[in-house]
């Protein structure tokens, strides 16, 4: 068996053996680097993908103390009833977190738009439904989390 078969079946096996019973924790974000000299943002999203619209036409500006300037939301369209809870929950806890910060996100669903969600997934996986990444003015992924989410988890990378 190759090595991306086992580390397929073993992911698959781990979310098997998760369930929908118990809540993600947020992981630990991109991995940084001991070099202090290192840039600390993971690539800019590919260029076919778009940066979410501002819906008040004001213009995408971030918080001054937030080093996120967009937010990606991935949930699932067709999700049981414990996914859905969790996409609710973290969905609200996200609208908390902002508090009225003009912090343009994205919003998208893992199942029905799996070729806009790919680049994401790309620079972190996926392992928990929903998954809320963040991302600093150069398009570098800042954070991100996976799974129900409190709006404190939120707040502490929005507002460091």
Not at 10 to 35: F, Q, Y
């Amino acid at each position: 068996m190759h090595r991306t078969h086992l580390v397929a079946v073993a992911v698959i096996a781990v979310l098997a053996l998760a369930g929908c019973s118990g809540k993600a924790e947020a992981n630990s974000g991109p991995r940084a680097s001991m070099d202090p000299a290192a840039p600390t943002a993971t690539p800019a999203v590919p260029p076919a993908t778009s940066p979410a619209a501002d819906p008040t036409g004001a213009g995408a500006v971030s918080t001054p103390s937030s080093p996120v300037d967009r937010i990606v939301f991935v949930g699932k369209e067709n999700a049981c009833q414990c996914t859905r809870t969790a996409i609710d929950a973290s969905w609200t806890a996200l609208q908390e977190a902002l508090g009225g910060a003009s912090i343009p996100i994205e919003k998208l669903t893992i199942d029905t738009q799996a070729a806009q969600v790919a680049p994401y997934r790309d620079m972190q996986a996926i392992l928990a439904i929903p998954a809320i990444y963040f991302f600093d003015a150069l398009g570098g992924l800042v954070n991100m989390l996976q799974g129900e989410v409190t709006a404190d988890a939120i707040r502490a990378i929005l507002f460091p």
